[in-house]
Nanobody, 127 residues
């Protein structure tokens, strides 16, 4: 099965930026939809962005639009999430996940669930 490893989290002040990385192994990023999800304490996991290189689709939840950008480096088999203008409410554990390309089709966020999840990376935004 495909494996994913998220990294790049940390502590940042409100208004700051972070770039998360999702390294994919046992699979090729072009063959999957890759999504970024987050889960804050006491809250359900939510999908915030996804990309399907096969379908040429990127999508964002309302909470991420205008602030987050998802991208793919095919040569590195890695997906990135650039997060700008961070807010305290962005504090959560962030996970990347994979599923069939159709799982990023321009709708589905934030409630969609993927089949394969990696370990998360903590993002903490201080006020």
């Amino acid at each position: 099965d495909v494996q994913l490893q998220a990294s790049g989290g940390g502590l940042v002040q409100a208004g700051g930026s972070l770039r998360l990385s999702c390294a994919i192994s046992r699979g090729t990023v072009e063959n999957y939809a890759i999504g970024w999800f987050r889960q804050a304490p006491g809250k359900e996991r939510e999908g915030i962005s996804c990309i399907s290189s096969d379908l040429g689709v990127t999508d964002y939840a309302d909470s991420a639009k205008g602030r987050f950008t998802i991208s793919t480096d095919i040569a590195k088999n890695t997906v990135y999430l650039q997060m700008n203008s961070l807010k305290p409410e962005d504090t959560a554990v962030y996970y990347c996940a994979a599923d069939r390309p159709v799982y990023c089709s321009g709708y589905g966020l934030p409630h969609i669930r993927y089949s394969y999840y990696g370990q998360g990376t903590q993002v903490t935004v201080s006020s």
